[in-house]
C-alpha cells in the first residue's frame, strides 16, 4: 500500500469548478477546493468564518444603495427606493428627500461624485445633483448647464436627417418654425434649438411640423435652413446614461437616444460644453462608430478613460484631452451588461466590469508591454459562482470583492494581484441580497427577508445575519428590539455561549438563562471542502482510498464541527467536550488539532473531510495535513 502525505497551506484559488476534478496538475488545484461557503479568504491564505451582518434599519422597499464619501471623516449611505432617498450617517438615518426614480428605474441609475456633490443620471430622466449643504441639510436638483447673457452652452444634435430644413416665420420675438418633416412632439416645448447658430426656445406645439418659439438670439434670416439642431437631452430625445470626471472635465457616456455618443465638458468649467472654436479648453463631442453596436454601459477614470460598451472596450487617449488630440481606441471585445447599470470598481489599478454573458467578471488592465489594455475573465475556475451579477463594489480594507446575484446569493473575490491571489466563495443568507456598497470600511447591504427589506452592514464582532447585539446592567432573560425579526427563528449567544433557538413573537425573545451581553440574530452555516487529494490518481490508480489522520491548523476558533467519513460530529478542543460548546462561553483556541479516521473509500474523486457549522462562534483555519492510504 502507498502512504501519501498532504499538506494544504493556502486556500487561495479559492472555490473551484468540480470541472477541474481531472486537472490535479494546476496549480488552482493545489490550492483551491470544492465549497467554500459563507466564509472569507484571507490575503495570505486561510479561511475564516464570515462576518455576520448588523441590523441597520428597515429600508422604504426595494432599491439600490449608493457612498457617498465628503472626505475621510464624513461618509454616507444613501439608499434610494421607490421615489425616495434615505441618508444615513454612521448607521443612522441623517435625512429623507423625494426623488423621481420609480422602483423599476432603479437598475439603470447611474452616478459619479466630486466633493460635496453627487450627480445621478437615468436615460428616462432628467438629470440630477444631490448636494450635502453648509448647514447639514441635504438638496435634490437639476442640472443647471451653464448660461452665458440667455445662451445654454449645453450639447445639441440634429436627431434627423441631414436634409430636414426649419423655416422661420420671422427673425426676432415670438416666432413660428415649420420643418420639411414630421419633428416635432408635445414634449418639445420649454426645449431649446439652434437655428443658424441662433439659440430659440419651444414655447408651444402646434403639430408635429411647427412650433411657437421665442429667439432668445435674432435669426439671421427668414430662409428655409438645414442648419439646425436641439437640445442632446430632452423629455422627448432622452437623458444622459452614465457619468463620469476625467481630467477636470464632467464626461457624459451616452444618453437614451444617442447611446453611443461621447460629450466632455470645458476643462474646469463642468457644465459648460460649448464647442466654441475647438480650443485646447474646449468641450469635446464625437460618437463612437464601429462595425458593432456600441451602446455605452459605464465609463470610468483610470489611466485612461475607460468606456465600457454593449459590445466593446475602448481607451480614450489625449495628454491632456483637447478636441485636437482626443483619440478613441477599442481594446477588447467582451461587453458589459445592458439591463442594468453595475458600476466598474478599481482594483490594484485594473477596472473590474461585469460581461455582457452574465457569467464573467472581467478584470480590464493596462499593459505597458503591448500598450494596450487586455481584458481577463476572474472567474474562468469558479464558474459556477457567477450567475447574473446584478450589483457588485470592493472593500479596499479587507481585499474582498462582492458580487450581488440575481438569485439573492453573493459572492465575494479575495484579490491580492501582487500575490496572484484571485479566490472566490458563495454566501447564503435566510433572505434575498439586492444590493452592496461599501462606505469608508464598512460594507452594507440591502436584504429582502420575507416581506421587509432590511440594511445590514458587516460586522467582524458578529456571527449571525441581521442581528443586534444588547446589554444589561444585571443578567435578564427577556430581550426586545426584534420586530424586524417577527416571527422567525432565531440563534442566541448569551453572555459568549449559545442557547437554543428562539422564535420572536411581539419583537422579543425569552432565552433560557439570564445573561447581560447578547446576539440575537439569523443562523448561517460556513462549508469547507476540499478538492480529492490529487496524488491519489497517480498513487493508487484511482482504486481505494482512506484517510488515516488530519491535522488543521486552527486559529481563533470556538468551535469545529467536522466530517471525516462518519457524519458532522464536534471536535474537542482541548478539555471542552460537545455540551461545553453549546452550553459554555469557550476560550478562542489556536493551534492543531489531530483527528483520525478510520473506513476504505471506495471512490476517490471524493472529498476526505468536510467542515460545516451552524455554530454562531469564531472559526479560522489555516492549513491541513492529511495522510492518506492508497490500496495498490
Known amino acids: 500500500m502507498t502512504r501519501i502525505r498532504e499538506i494544504k497551506t493556502t486556500f487561495t484559488a479559492g472555490e473551484v469548478s468540480d470541472e477541474l476534478l481531472g486537472r490535479g496538475d494546476l496549480r488552482a488545484y493545489e490550492n483551491g477546493a470544492l465549497s467554500l461557503r459563507n466564509v472569507f479568504i484571507k490575503p495570505t491564505g486561510g479561511v475564516t468564518r464570515r462576518a455576520g451582518l448588523g441590523y441597520i434599519d428597515t429600508a422604504a422597499g426595494d432599491g439600490r444603495l449608493i457612498s457617498f464619501e465628503f472626505n475621510t471623516a464624513q461618509t454616507y449611505l ?20 423625494a426623488a423621481p426614480w420609480t422602483a423599476a428605474q432603479i437598475s439603470q441609475l447611474a452616478w459619479t461624485q466630486s466633493a460635496d456633490t453627487l450627480l445621478l443620471t437615468h436615460p428616462d430622466v432628467s438629470p440630477k445633483r444631490l448636494t450635502r449643504n453648509g448647514d447639514g441639510s441635504w438638496s435634490l436638483s437639476d442640472w443647471s448647464f451653464f448660461e452665458d447673457e440667455g445662451i445654454s452652452r449645453q450639447p445639441y444634435f440634429k436627431f434627423v436627417d441631414s436634409d430636414v430644413t426649419l423655416t422661420p416665420s420671422g427673425t426676432t420675438g415670438s416666432i413660428t418654425l415649420t420643418a420639411s418633416e414630421d419633428v416635432f412632439a408635445l414634449g418639445h416645448e420649454g426645449t431649446r434649438l439652434r437655428v443658424g447658430g441662433k439659440e430659440v426656445e419651444v414655447t408651444d406645439f402646434d403639430s408635429a411640423t411647427v412650433v411657437t418659439v421665442d429667439t432668445i438670439e435674432d435669426l439671421d434670416s427668414t430662409d428655409a435652413t438645414i442648419d439646425w439642431a436641439e437640445q442632446a437631452f430632452s423629455a422627448v430625445r432622452g437623458y444622459p446614461a452614465t457619468v463620469a470626471f476625467h481630467q477636470d472635465r464632467l464626461v457624459i457616456g451616452g444618453s437614451r437616444d444617442l447611446p453611443n455618443r461621447l460629450w466632455f ?90 460581461a455582457r454573458n452574465k457569467q464573467e ?83 452594507y447591504m440591502l436584504v429582502a427577508r420575507g416581506s421587509l427589506y432590511t440594511i445590514e452592514v458587516f460586522d467582524d464582532a458578529l456571527n449571525l445575519d441581521s442581528a443586534l447585539t444588547g446589554t444589561a446592567g444585571s443578567p435578564t432573560s427577556v430581550w426586545s428590539g426584534l420586530d424586524h425579526l417577527e416571527g422567525q427563528t432565531v440563534s442566541v449567544v448569551a453572555d459568549g455561549a449559545v442557547q437554543s433557538d428562539k ?65 458532522l460530529n464536534d471536535v474537542t478542543l482541548k478539555q471542552f467536550g460537545e455540551d461545553e460548546i453549546l452550553d459554555a462561553p469557550l476560550p ?45
Open 78 to 97: 444613501l439608499v434610494v427606493t421607490d421615489e425616495q432617498i434615505d441618508i444615513y450617517a454612521g448607521g443612522v438615518k441623517d435625512d429623507t428627500i
Open 265 to 354: 465638458s470645458k476643462s474646469g468649467d463642468l457644465f459648460n460644453f460649448d464647442l466654441g472654436e475647438g480650443l485646447d479648453d474646449e468641450s469635446i463631442e464625437f460618437a463612437i462608430l464601429s462595425d458593432q453596436v456600441n451602446a455605452i454601459r459605464g465609463i470610468f477614470s483610470g489611466r485612461h478613460l475607460q468606456v465600457f460598451t454593449s459590445g466593446a472596450e475602448w481607451m480614450v487617449t489625449g495628454d491632456p484631452l483637447t478636441p485636437t488630440s482626443v483619440q478613441i481606441r477599442r481594446q477588447t471585445r467582451v461587453g458589459s451588461v445592458i439591463e442594468r447599470y453595475i458600476p466598474p470598481v478599481n482594483v490594484d489599478g485594473a477596472t473590474l466590469f461585469v
Open 361 to 443: 467578471i472581467q478584470e480590464f488592465l493596462y499593459t505597458d508591454i503591448e500598450q494596450a489594455y487586455r481584458s481577463t475573465d476572474l472567474a474562468l475556475l469558479s464558474r459556477h459562482i457567477i450567475d447574473t451579477p446584478v450589483d457588485q463594489d470592493y472593500d479596499q480594507k479587507k481585499r474582498l470583492l462582492h458580487i450581488v446575484r440575481s438569485d439573492g446569493k453573493f459572492a465575494s473575490l479575495t484579490v491580492f494581484r501582487a500575490e496572484q491571489v484571485s479566490a472566490w466563495t458563495l454566501h447564503e443568507t435566510d433572505g434575498d441580497v439586492k444590493s452592496v456598497s461599501v462606505v469608508g470600511d464598512d460594507v
Open 503 to 567: 422564535i420572536v413573537v411581539s419583537g422579543a425573545v425569552t432565552i433560557d438563562e439570564a445573561a447581560s451581553t447578547v446576539e440575537i440574530g439569523l443562523p448561517y452555516a460556513h462549508i469547507i471542502e476540499p478538492l480529492p487529494p490529487s496524488d491519489v490518481g497517480a498513487a493508487g490508480g484511482g482504486r481505494r482510498v482512506r484517510l488515516i489522520e488530519g491535522i488543521f491548523r486552527i486559529k481563533d476558533t470556538a468551535a469545529l464541527r467536522l466530517d471525516v467519513g462518519r457524519g
Open 588 to 632: 478562542l483556541e489556536s493551534g492543531d488539532i489531530r483527528v483520525r479516521s478510520l473506513g476504505w473509500r471506495d471512490d476517490a474523486t471524493q472529498p476526505l473531510w468536510r467542515i460545516e457549522q451552524d455554530i454562531p462562534l469564531p472559526f479560522t483555519l489555516l492549513s491541513v495535513t492529511t495522510e492518506l492510504k492508497v490500496n495498490d
